[in-house]
RNA sequence: GCCCGAGUGGCGGAAUGGCAGACGCAGCGGAUUCAAAAUCCGCCGUUAGAAAUAACUUCGGGGUUCAAGUCCCCGCUCGGGCACCA
């Protein structure tokens, strides 16, 4: 036997890829024009990321994600805006910085830089000359523009408040950033300290954000329902207390529960209450400044945590319940927060849980005013904190719990001692941060003067280069002559009444959420001189398809949110909502190795250092560590990350199995909303599925080239012909729902792999196969460009895959004439029958129950009824 | 404690109320090979059976329906979020 002529070309991934690369690169394919019709235009963007160093199988997904979603748009003839960029100023630089010695500008672009390469490396087809970094000068620059904008409109603001301060950053972290006590990305404690602070009026739109939790039908209702937890509308009253002994002094409550006013027996005031001092007989006040003090020491959450005891102290003064005259004690207590509601909390032991306990351990009268409905019994030892109806309430008493909640308030109106109120969970966001490697706040401190915004034509303040980093506070504030000089060199002042005076340069830089809240908007005009042409933001946004981690609910997607009612408001925008959908991808999993330590903490082992035992079924059994031989736990998956050391570098993935194939493989095995568990045989599988595609493809390169694809219809076919039209159509509806609905590429790529496993060159007719492979080609190429790219140029086409478009189906060529159809007997699945398609009604019931098969099952029993869905099933109902 | 979400073969998962387990992975058998890798073909939920086949099977228990993985109620388990928030 002799050997054929020419081998049919290998499937080298990495040549084939870098020469579409750099085609696209070149030819600049995936740029985008501003002026086109919006129906016909889409907007998909990913979170962009912080450069770090390298990318990771997160990011990966992440992009790729994005990446199939985009060219699959662009196919099916949309204009898709799909930008990338870098989220560059933050913490880690810093860093690096004090770890390395080198600067965090040069820490970041080199990063950068290399992290640009394996984007591209990627295939990913990003609109590359709308790239910028959020720590260029020019995006910086035009932030600092709209945070002069944002005070004018007095939606940022100046106040000295108690901030939660991270001990391990040396900075001030938001409410968001605060995760059980610590810092969101050191996991140190978070202390209170006084400081003053920059503010975002965030809760000025309270109401809307929260509204627009119920209007963004776009988005996963975890993310949603997260965000309404956290803004927290509450409704209630608050109620006036007189002070006993200080005419006019009154201590404010807010309460939910204005129905239990009878039942107050004393007062709750937070330690740090601003009216506390002055109503502390001298004979209270140790004891309450010692309790002042050591609710100070310890954190919010060790304060106010669930494991915290309830502490108080009686601080010798007496408030008036004005609904009944009652004189109750006035205690300060630690679980009461200072800004939250009013400060003060009425106490109800009989019915709340918590001044249920504090009554109990401090031995305070316990007054029930609630009664279960229907007469059933009240708890015996514990707070009754359901609605009710109301006993020993004045005239109130008989009314049920909602009925008294209005009428006691309207009565407190009428009486002036109390109102309806809405308080919120949400707080402004303070954007300050004591760090070198942000966004300078444009603002200098005169000596007289205070705080002095710069004028926008002395813009930007930029960065001074020659900083020291040594990681005790801030290099900006121990510069020797930043903060004093002004650009020209001289030193810096601001204009008085009383001509010029000594100015020092605010030295806190912004929190770098402030540039993630608004680069969504920047890539619509990343060209534009000022901060934004509202052309342009309005013509782009809402980004259509918003993709990233859920780990962003409550922090990035709210701060945007806000931030993009911020922009309408100074008029860059008018579009109030920035991202129309939402896609909160699945974090990459692996399984763990690691030894307890004597710490109780545990010792991560990366898998090359161990040798792993799988069963049969491929589960790992055991490991042991190479070096000593002996046994580690093997732990649960869990999400990959350095510190756990169960990481796979994205890097080796592509260098082994190419580009395609790693995109194929984090969109293959699960929809993108889940976790996917890392898998190298997976990988493979993916591989293995790519190279037959590429083998089928070049082994019958001729018969392809010659041929015509095949454009009739089914119907004039038979045989395998017939049938592999048919699975064509059948493969791109299936494939298409997939992606219109939600984005399951799993169930798509699912289709491709049963539609190749059909395509069999010997038992097709020429034009059949041509039909079945071109179809197969166009459906892969959202998913592994490359491949899909190059044989398709192979094929002969000297047009892009993509301009081919996404196939279309016709439902008409998916179902064969004859159905088979399951029979059914009492909802028993007992056979199977065919029958043409053709047959309805009547005609379709008298073929079934003629049909002998039918008959058989039937025997001599009584048809009590007959079901029959037309190509679906029959159900023989007998008796 | 409150609020979401999820429980389907050995594994990841699929399934407009209509044949549960598509597709992939792992496994088993075979072809090819001196051999291996790679590749190709076949089998592959559980139990009984040589087999045809039968019974059972989508966390557990009820219900609605001709028909339930899917809808409703109760419970269990796991994951996530919120939490002295008055």
Not at 337 to 348: I, K, N, S, W
Not at 618 to 630: E, P, S, T, V, W
């Amino acid at each position: 036997m002799t050997q054929p002529q020419t081998q049919p070309r290998a499937y080298e991934p990495a040549a084939i890829e870098l020469k579409w690369q750099a085609h696209w690169d070149a030819a600049g394919t995936h740029e985008v024009r501003d002026d086109l019709p919006r129906e016909q235009c889409y907007y998909v963007l990913e979170m962009f990321p912080y450069p770090s160093g390298k990318l990771h199988m997160g990011h990966v997904r992440n992009y790729s994600i994005g990446d199939a979603v985009a060219r699959y748009k662009r196919m099916r003839g949309f204009h898709v805006l799909h930008p990338m960029g870098w989220d560059s100023f933050g913490l880690p630089a810093e860093q690096a910085a004090i770890e390395r010695g080198a600067h965090p500008r040069t820490w970041t672009y080199d990063n950068l830089a290399y992290m640009r390469g394996q984007l591209k490396r990627l295939g990913l087809s990003y609109a590359w000359s709308r790239e910028f970094a959020t720590s260029d000068p020019g995006y910086a620059a035009r932030e600092q523009d709209i945070f002069l904008d944002l005070v004018e409109k007095g939606l940022v603001y100046r106040k000295s408040s108690l901030v939660n301060w991270s001990t391990g950053l040396n900075t001030v972290l938001a409410n968001e950033q605060v995760i059980d006590g610590k810092c969101w990305r050191t996991g140190m404690p978070v202390i209170q300290k006084e400081l003053p602070q920059w503010v975002m009026r965030t809760t000025h739109y309270a109401e809307e954000l929260l509204q627009g939790t119920y209007e963004l039908k776009g988005w996963p209702d975890a993310v949603l329902t997260q965000q309404r937890n956290w803004i927290g509308k509450s409704l209630g009253a608050e109620i006036d207390f007189a002070v006993e002994g200080h005419a006019g002094v009154k201590i404010t409550v807010f309460t939910t529960r204005p129905d239990t006013v009878f039942g107050v027996t004393f007062l709750s005031i937070a330690p740090e209450h601003a009216l506390l001092d002055g109503l502390v007989p001298t004979s209270h006040r140790a004891a309450v400044e010692a309790f002042k003090a050591e609710t100070r020491a310890v954190s919010a959450h060790d304060r106010t945590g669930d494991t915290a005891e309830k502490k108080g102290v009686f601080t010798g003064a007496h408030v008036i319940n004005p609904v009944n005259g009652e004189r109750v004690q006035l205690w300060a207590a630690n679980f009461v927060v200072a800004d939250y509601g009013t400060g003060a909390v009425m106490a109800v032991p009989a019915h709340d849980t918590r001044d249920f306990e504090f009554a109990r351990k401090y031995g305070i009268a316990i007054k029930t005013v609630i009664a279960p409905a229907g007469g059933a019994a009240a708890p015996a030892d514990a707070a009754f904190t359901e609605a009710g109806v109301l006993v020993d309430s004045g005239p109130f008493t008989g009314q049920d719990s909602a009925a008294a909640k209005t009428a006691i308030t309207a009565w407190l109106q009428e009486s002036g001692t109390g109102r309806q109120t809405i308080t919120w969970r949400l707080r402004d966001w303070g954007i300050s941060r004591q760090r070198y490697w942000g966004n300078p706040i444009p603002f200098v401190y005169g000596e007289t003067s205070g705080a002095v915004p710069l004028r926008k034509q002395d813009l930007p303040v930029t960065l001074p280069d020659d900083v020291t980093f040594d990681g005790i506070g801030n290099p900006l504030e121990k510069h020797p002559t930043w903060a004093t000089t002004a650009a020209d060199g001289t030193p810096l002042s601001v204009r008085t009444a009383h001509g010029p005076e000594a100015a020092r340069r605010e030295t806190d830089t912004m929190d770098t959420f402030m540039e993630s809240s608004w680069y969504f908007a920047r890539f619509t005009c990343p060209d534009f001189a000022g901060p934004l042409e509202q052309k342009r933001v309005d013509h782009w946004l809402p980004v259509d398809l918003y993709i990233g981690g859920i780990e962003h609910a409550v922090l990035h997607l709210l701060y945007a949110r806000f931030f993009q009612k911020a922009l309408c408001d100074i008029g860059y925008s008018t579009v109030r909502e920035p991202f129309k959908r939402l896609l909160c991808q699945g974090m990459v999993c692996m399984e763990t190795f690691s030894r307890p330590l004597a710490d109780g903490k545990k010792q991560y082992f990366y898998p090359d250092e161990l040798d792993i035992d799988k069963d049969d079924s491929g589960r790992i059994g055991a490991a042991r560590l190479k070096a000593d031989g002996q046994p580690v736990d093997v732990g649960r998956v869990e999400k990959m990350s350095k510190s756990k050391r169960n990481t796979v570098d994205p890097q080796r993935l592509i260098d082994t199995y190419g580009a395609d194939t790693a995109r194929l493989f984090v969109l293959s095995d699960v929809p993108p909303e889940l976790d996917v568990q890392w898998s190298e045989n997976s990988v493979r599988g993916s591989n293995r599925f790519l190279k037959r595609v590429w083998v089928l493809v070049q082994a019958n390169l001729a018969a392809l080239q010659a041929a015509t694809p095949f454009a009739g219809h089914a119907k004039d076919l038979a045989g395998a012909d017939q049938a592999l039209v048919r699975k064509v159509h059948w493969a791109v509806k299936r494939a298409t729902d997939a992606l219109e609905k939600d984005f399951a590429f799993n169930t798509a790529i699912a289709a491709c792999m049963e539609l190749t496993n059909e395509l069999k060159p010997e038992a097709l007719s020429a034009p059949v196969f041509a039909l079945g492979v071109t179809s197969l080609l166009r459906l892969l190429a959202p998913l592994a460009p490359h491949l899909a790219h190059e044989l398709w140029a192979e094929l002969g086409n000297a047009a892009d895959i993509t301009a081919a478009g996404w196939p279309a189906y016709d439902a008409t060529q998916i179902d064969a004439d004859e159905a088979e159809m399951p029979v059914q007997v009492n909802g028993k699945m007992k056979g199977k029958i065919v029958l043409p398609r053709s047959l309805a009604g009547a005609a379709l019931e008298a073929a079934v129950l003629a049909h002998a098969d039918v008959v058989a099952l039937i025997g001599d029993r009584p048809v009590r009824k007959l079901v029959v869905v037309p190509g679906k099933i029959v159900n023989l109902v007998l008796g």
